[in-house]
């Protein structure tokens, strides 16, 4: 169970993962130490699943993302954990869902370049059998965030 508090440091840690204890504590209202145990906590029990770095895909040559619509007529076990597979095994993929509606599974995917996702979409088809896949280019991100909306109950 997750009080204001929990809630408090969790959005701080979204915010900013390296944030020292001590900040914390003291943006929280605590002293380190409890501060530190409730971090443990979340830690050990899952809420905090892990601590990345979100690196700027301007400067890595990244900067194309292609939003991939597969339908598929297979809607079996087998086919799926054999897809899955084979997409967790493209670097490519930053995100990958299944989906209702008209589409079976949704990717995103980022690239350099459209000759580097040509070369992930041939790979792409050869791994299962697919009966349509559809590629949406980004023209613009508009809003992007890896926070999730936590309510400590204040209103804000």
């Given at each position: 169970?997750?009080?204001?508090?929990?809630?408090?440091?969790?959005?701080?840690?979204?915010?900013?993962?390296?944030?020292?204890?001590?900040?914390?504590?003291?943006?929280?209202?605590?002293?380190?130490?409890?501060?530190?145990?409730?971090?443990?906590?979340?830690?050990?029990?899952?809420?905090?699943?892990?601590?990345?770095?979100?690196?700027?895909?301007?400067?890595?040559?990244?900067?194309?993302?292609?939003?991939?619509?597969?339908?598929?007529?297979?809607?079996?076990?087998?086919?799926?954990?054999g897809?899955?597979?084979?997409?967790a095994?493209?670097?490519?993929?930053?995100?990958?869902?299944?989906?209702?509606?008209e589409?079976?599974?949704?990717?995103?995917?980022?690239?350099?370049?459209?000759?580097?996702?040509?070369?992930?979409?041939?790979?792409?088809?050869?791994?299962?059998?697919?009966?349509?896949?559809?590629?949406?280019?980004?023209?613009?991100?508009?809003?992007?965030?890896?926070?999730?909306?936590?309510?400590?109950?204040?209103?804000?």
């Amino acid at each position: 169970m997750m009080d204001n508090i929990d809630k408090k440091i969790l959005n701080l840690l979204q915010q900013d993962a390296s944030l020292p204890i001590a900040e914390v504590a003291k943006r929280v209202g605590l002293s380190v130490t409890p501060c530190w145990r409730r971090v443990q906590r979340l830690d050990e029990s899952g809420v905090i699943k892990r601590r990345v770095a979100l690196l700027d895909p301007q400067k890595i040559g990244a900067h194309i993302s292609v939003f991939v619509s597969v339908r598929t007529n297979e809607h079996n076990a087998a086919w799926l954990d054999g897809f899955a597979e084979s997409v967790a095994a493209m670097p490519e993929v930053v995100e990958f869902y299944r989906m209702s509606g008209e589409i079976d599974y949704l990717l995103r995917v980022v690239v350099p370049d459209i000759e580097h996702y040509d070369a992930f979409y041939k790979r792409l088809i050869s791994s299962v059998k697919l009966t349509d896949v559809s590629s949406s280019f980004a023209m613009e991100q508009i809003k992007f965030t890896t926070m999730l909306p936590i309510s400590t109950g204040t209103g804000k």
